[in-house]
């Protein structure tokens, strides 16, 4: 899985970009729009990399402006 999200890590961050440029504050301001948003990018993550792959998402940072 290490070498296919290098291999894959422009279609991964265009994705990520897309998705996150897309959400509004009351979307994932909440416990709740943070759990779905980490279900989307799983999703995401797996249709690139083969289904299953990508097993967790964990925010380290969380800044909204």
Known sequence: ???DMKKN???IRDILIVLLSSKK???IGS???KARLREEILFRLN???GEGK???V???DF???
Request: no cysteine; charged share 40%.
């Open 31 to 33: 416990l709740e729009g």
């Open 58 to 60: 964990y925010f380290t």
């Open 54 to 56: 990508a097993k967790e």
């Open 25 to 27: 504050y009351d979307e």
């Open 47 to 49: 249709r690139i990399l």
């Open 1 to 3: 899985t290490k070498k």
């Open 63 to 65: 800044v909204v402006q």
């Open 9 to 11: 890590t422009p279609k």
